[in-house]
């Protein structure tokens, strides 16, 4: 069984509601660090019995049935990506926020890519273009060399900060790598994509807010000077392609526009970030089951050579530990969800950790079974014309990392006591700050 440490069994949809869950649907909130830190629980309640949950405190809608979520993301249009990602940016604090980059970090630049069709269509279309399965592919033997350079860094202390020494250093060097950034930037890079994920966060405060706002104007800054040498110089990456990308490149169509600077520096920094913290993320959850789940650890040693098994552990692991907890949306019309009534502009969190859990769409949820017939129909890269266009480089990333591991060492466990672990301030994801653990090397 894999869970997070302390966590209660499952009750199945149809079971009477708990003491505990009626209280946490009367009284909790996802605000709260104890929520934050074992919020099955809580995913649970909501599912049976308010599953489009109004949160007082953050002033959204919790969206915790797999089925409402399919709804959402089969209607872009009444489930504005647009609206509900940019008033949750740096809410509270949004008129300052904006103020502080357009003063000091080149402007403004709202994310072209969190936006609504027909608009999205074209952006994600060219954004596609810089992204092929097929660089992927080749970058396989890649991030091989990438993964075993930092295992062998630490294979002879027996132990690392899982977090620190692992996942951050492979998630930022191959993202650097493929959009073109300079390697010794990765300490920069990982402040800066934790200042991006905060302001969808909701869990800042104004100085917090500010600190983070000074680093994305650094993050700018630096991405307008390597935009602007790729203007005049393309090389072989992201950077370039995206800085020269036109519509109806790949497909014969002709050209068309291209993308205008500020569309393109908020698609590098969209890619910069979404391709770090999320699959160190995963790493992260990954590692923390090693330790903690000894029959899962044994199952992945024994699938290591095997391909299919071993994509099917990494689709098993994102569904039971999914990275992105939950995204938004702002509704642009009154609506019906979940027998709840919306009104125009409710603003919506879609909860794809409880939709993976729901038992009726997968049975016993907490079980991690590479047999399960629907193992794909997670929504941890979302769904529909928003669904994650990274999807197939961190499928690699995790693959790879998981594989290399179990081949050298054993005996995972946590250096420090489960109860002390702590997660980033943030609804989005459920992120680890660090993660000490010690390990021995395979014979
Ligand atoms: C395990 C790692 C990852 C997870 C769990 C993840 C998850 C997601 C999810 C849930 C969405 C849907 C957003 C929504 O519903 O509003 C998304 C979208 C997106 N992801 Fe990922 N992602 C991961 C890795 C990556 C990587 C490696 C990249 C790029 C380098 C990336 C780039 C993006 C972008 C640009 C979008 C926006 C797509 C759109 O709105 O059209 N992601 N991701």
């Keep these: 069984m894999a869970s997070s440490a302390g966590e209660m069994a499952p009750a199945a949809r149809t079971c009477p509601a708990t003491e505990e869950e009626r209280r946490l649907i009367a009284h909790a909130t996802l605000l709260d660090p104890t929520v934050h830190a074992r919020p099955r629980t809580f995913y649970d309640a909501m599912r049976k019995l308010d599953p489009v949950h ?27 990506v647009n609206k509900g990602y940019h008033n949750q940016q740096a809410k509270g604090f949004a008129a300052e926020f904006r103020e502080i980059l357009e003063r000091d970090g080149g402007g403004y630049f709202p994310d072209a890519i ?8 074209r952006i994600r279309k060219l954004m596609e273009n810089a992204f092929t399965a ?4 080749e970058l396989e033997p890649r991030i091989e060399a990438v993964v075993a350079a930092l295992i062998d860094a630490i294979a002879d202390k027996g132990t690392m900060d899982a977090m620190r020494d692992f996942a951050i250093p ?5 993202i650097c790598e493929q959009l073109g950034l300079d390697l010794d930037m990765k300490d920069n890079i990982q402040l800066w994509s934790t200042a991006v994920t905060a302001q969808i966060g909701r869990m800042q405060d ?27 110089a393309p090389r072989e990456d992201m950077i370039s392609d995206i800085v020269h990308a036109k519509d109806g490149d790949g497909d014969g169509d002709g050209e068309g526009a291209m993308l205008t600077f500020a569309e393109a520096l908020s698609l590098i920094r ?39 098994l071993l994509n099917r552990f990494v689709e098993e692991l994102l569904r039971i530990e999914p990275p992105v907890r939950a995204l938004s949306r702002m509704t642009t019309r009154a609506v019906e969800l979940g027998g709840k009534y919306l009104p125009e502009g409710a603003h919506l969190l879609l909860m794809y950790a409880s939709a993976n859990d729901q038992p009726d769409i997968f049975p016993c949820p907490r079980h991690f079974d590479l047999q399960r017939k629907n193992i794909v129909r997670h929504v941890s890269f979302g769904g529909g014309v928003h669904r994650c266009v990274g999807a197939a480089l961190a499928r690699m990333e995790i693959k790879v990392a998981a594989r290399a591991l179990v081949r050298r060492f054993d005996n995972f466990r946590l250096a420090v006591a489960a109860d002390e672990l702590r997660y980033l301030p943030t609804v989005a994801t459920r992120t680890l700050e660090r993660l000490p653990i010690m390990f021995d090397q395979r014979a």
């Design 54 to 80: 109004y949160d007082e405190q953050l002033d959204m809608y919790l969206v915790s049935r797999f089925e409402d979520i399919q709804t959402i993301q089969q209607d872009p249009i009444t489930f504005s």
């Design 114 to 121: 969190m936006s609504d069709p027909p608009y999205h269509t």
């Design 134 to 137: 097929h660089r992927v592919r």
């Design 170 to 174: 492979l998630t930022t060097r191959i």
């Design 206 to 232: 104004g100085a917090e807010m500010r600190a983070h706002a000074r680093q994305i104007c650094n993050l700018q800054q630096y991405l307008i000077a390597k935009m602007k040498a790729r203007q005049a």
């Design 270 to 308: 969209a890619l910069l970030v979404a391709g770090n913290e999320t699959t160190a993320t995963a790493l992260g959850n990954l590692v923390y089951i090693l330790c903690t789940e000894p029959d899962i650890a044994r199952l992945l040693h024994a699938s290591a050579d095997d391909d299919r």
